[in-house]
């Protein structure tokens, strides 16, 4: 039988690495992206695109809006994207996103019958939240199989992040290798409506950097400045 997989895909550079990684292991894929209430809707733009790139057998776009509690300056538009690097947590920080977005998933692979959930949380070149780390991703994989039915019933479900412990540019040369076309992703906090990145944030610094080390091209579409 083909084994199916939940892939959270955001539209940005990390999760259409974890995609095609997931296809490329042999999972018929099944997309799954979530509009709470960003800033800007081109990720969600970009996640169809790339779903559609890398052979995702369907993607489905799930409606939460979690600016009824703010608390992030990507889902409050009075807060302010910051453009210098910071200390701690920063504001960009959405409370609650990944344990929100991967109960999402869990509930489509249980729908499914699929055993594995993929999501491309990074603890290495990443903002510091503190939902992409390894502690996390290991104490929601014990949830989920305490949660579920199928895992009950002896079908343990798989949190796959292998994404986790890899710098970007270990992520852009693995996307590269697998024929990701990173000119189709957004991963600017701040994109305008056509996708274009701001140049300034933290994603796109980390972004950029990422290239860089990684010695490949930056397909990455900027405003001008």
């Known amino acids: 039988m083909t084994k199916r997989a939940v892939v ?19 999972f018929e894929c099944y997309a799954l992206s979530v509009d709470y209430g960003q800033r800007h809707h081109a990720e969600l733009a970009a996640a169809q695109r790339v779903a559609q790139s ?4 369907e ?7 979690l600016t009824g509690f703010g608390g992030s300056a990507l889902t409050d538009a009075n807060i302010a994207v910051p453009e210098q690097a910071g200390s701690g947590i920063p504001i960009t920080y959405v409370p609650a996103r990944n344990t929100i977005m991967l109960s999402l998933a869990l509930a489509w692979a249980e729908v499914l019958k699929a055993q594995d959930i993929f999501f491309g949380v990074n603890a290495v070149d990443y903002s510091g939240y503190p939902d992409c780390r390894p502690e996390y991703v290991a104490a ?4 989920a199989n305490l949660a ?14 292998p994404l986790l412990h890899l710098s970007k540019a270990e992520i852009i040369r693995q996307g590269v290798r697998l024929g990701v076309d ?3 992703t957004v991963s600017c906090y701040q994109a305008d409506d056509e996708g274009r990145a701001c140049g300034r944030c933290d994603s ?7 290239f860089a080390a990684a010695g490949v091209p930056d397909s990455t579409r900027y405003r001008s400045t």
């Open 54 to 57: 890398l052979g995702a057998r």
């Open 140 to 143: 929601f994989e014990r949830m």
């Open 182 to 184: 990173y000119g189709l």
């Open 59 to 65: 993607q489905r776009v799930v409606n939460i809006d």
């Open 8 to 26: 959270l895909l955001s539209g940005g550079l990390d999760s259409a690495t974890v995609l095609a990684m997931a296809r490329t292991q042999g």
């Open 204 to 210: 796109c610094r980390l972004r950029r950097e990422g």
């Open 148 to 161: 579920t039915q199928a895992a009950v019933e002896g079908k343990p479900l798989t949190l796959h992040a």
